[in-house]
Nanobody
């Protein structure tokens, strides 16, 4: 599967953005989807994941409920709604896909497919 992320940009602190990730192919609904982010000079970190049908989600504790992951399998798209953005949310955001849902969904190295990333910059 090929993934194409979009929706990043420059936003002021307290603002919102919605990221999208479109997948190629007809098997999107068979993939668990995740969002990760990588700040300058730092390692890539888990943000959120969503199960095949969207009924189960999992978030990084640090997000404090500000982000929401969702998916539309008819459109082969996964979204990340980001609210109350903070300067520390500045990063390149990546979408990724894996086959299974288990306790490892937060691990970067368990995702087989990655999008190219979209930059989110939050100004103070």
């Amino acid at each position: 599967v090929q993934l194409q992320a979009s929706g990043g940009g420059l936003v002021q602190a307290g603002g919102s953005l919605r990221l999208s990730c479109v997948a190629s192919g007809r098997t999107f609904s068979t993939y668990v989807m995740g969002w990760f982010r990588q700040a300058p000079g730092k390692e890539r970190k888990f943000v959120a994941a969503i199960s095949w049908g969207g009924s189960t989600t999992y978030y990084a504790d640090s997000l404090e409920g500000r982000f929401t992951i969702s998916r539309d399998n008819a459109k082969n798209t996964v979204y990340l709604q980001m609210n109350t953005l903070k300067p520390e949310d500045t990063a390149v955001y990546y979408c990724a896909a894996r086959s299974s849902w288990n306790s490892q969904v937060g691990r970067t190295d368990t995702y087989a497919y990655w999008g190219q990333g979209t930059l989110v910059t939050v100004s103070s």
